[in-house]
Structures are given as structure tokens and as C-alpha cells.
């Protein structure tokens, strides 16, 4: 259990583009009009879990190797993002929405965000037996982790917002944050391995 709580923590922390946007919002809206991205973001991405992990449970089951196969796929895509968020630039002052994300929209922001489902798919693939008797336990307990870390990660940048925004505006600043957020991507990676 300690292995998949570590990667939740880890995927749940770094940036992305739920955390990207959250950390928008609560610049550009403040806290209390942002709190329904913030569920939504909460919610949304163990309700993809759940959905990831019993439409592929039998595949996996039948099928062990796509299970390991997907699982060195998604460590490989971790890693390319790892990249591009230490490559990248995280201005986040960008283009100012009118309003905030809905509780709706940021849920629905999930099942398009090629990190969630890469994610997902990784967790699924790589913290589950092929045993249909555990899987199913296995899933929920999955699920159930990044439901208690997603929130908390998330209101971490949600509050950061205000007071990253002047930091980040500093090239060199903004080049640290990104070799750390990618160093902690990276990290996530590590129990993967001996799993």
C-alpha cells in the first residue's frame, strides 16, 4: 500500500493541467470561487480510477502482459513528462478566463487530461495483482488514496496562486520550479520499479 500512496502523493502534487489551471483560478477568482474546480479536480480523477480500473480488470486478468506493457509505457510517458514540465514555461498569469471552472467542467477536465489517464492506467496496471479476487479490493483502495491526496494537493496550489505569481514571473525562479516539480515526477517513478 505504501508503494501506490507514494505514487498518488507524487502524481497528485506535480503540475498538470488541473494543478495548472487551479493554481489560475485562485490568482484570477480567490479561494471560495475557486472551491468548485477544486472538487471537481477531487472527485473527478478517483471517478476515473474507478472507471480505468474495472473496464480493464478482466482484460488484465485474461491478458497479463498488456497489464506489464502498459505499466513500462506509462513509467516511459512519466518520464517525457518529466521533461516537458522542467522544459517548459509555467507562466501562469496567461489568458483570464471570465469565470471559474465549474465543479462539472473541472470533473469533465479529467477524462481529457492525457496525465490522468496515463496516470490511472499506470496505477491500475501496476499496483493491481491478475487475480480477479484482490483486483477489485485492489482498485478501490487505489481509488480511495487519490481521493484522500488529490484535494489536499490540489488546495496546495490553489493557495499557492497568489503567492507564486510574482515568483514565477522570474525566469530563473520559474526554471527551479520546474526542475523540482519534474524531479518529484520522477520520484514517482522509483516504486514503480519494484513492483
Request: net charge positive.
Amino acid at each position: 500500500m505504501n508503494q501506490y500512496c507514494y505514487f498518488c502523493f507524487f502524481y497528485a502534487i506535480t503540475p498538470g493541467p488541473s494543478n495548472i489551471t487551479l493554481m489560475s483560478s485562485g490568482v484570477n477568482f480567490g479561494f471560495r470561487r475557486s472551491c468548485p474546480q477544486l472538487f471537481g479536480i477531487g472527485v473527478g480523477f478517483p471517478a476515473l480510477v474507478l472507471v480505468t480500473g474495472f473496464g480493464f480488470s478482466g482484460f488484465f486478468h485474461t491478458y497479463p502482459v498488456v497489464q506489464t506493457g502498459i505499466k513500462y509505457v506509462g513509467i516511459g510517458y512519466l518520464l517525457y513528462l518529466a521533461w516537458c514540465i522542467a522544459m517548459s514555461n509555467t507562466k501562469i498569469e496567461g489568458e483570464k478566463r471570465v469565470k471559474p471552472f465549474s465543479f462539472i467542467q473541472s470533473a469533465s477536465l479529467q477524462w481529457v487530461n492525457p496525465k490522468a489517464w496515463v496516470a490511472a492506467l499506470t496505477a491500475i496496471a501496476t499496483f493491481t495483482s491478475n487475480t480477479q479476487e484482490e483486483i477489485d479490493m485492489q482498485i478501490l483502495m487505489i481509488a480511495a488514496v487519490f481521493l484522500l491526496v488529490t484535494i489536499p494537493c490540489a488546495l496546495l496550489w490553489l493557495y499557492s496562486g497568489k503567492f507564486l505569481q510574482p515568483l514565477l514571473s522570474n525566469k530563473a525562479y520559474q526554471n527551479k520550479f520546474n526542475y523540482i516539480m519534474a524531479g518529484l515526477l520522477i520520484t514517482a517513478i522509483i516504486p514503480m520499479l519494484s513492483v
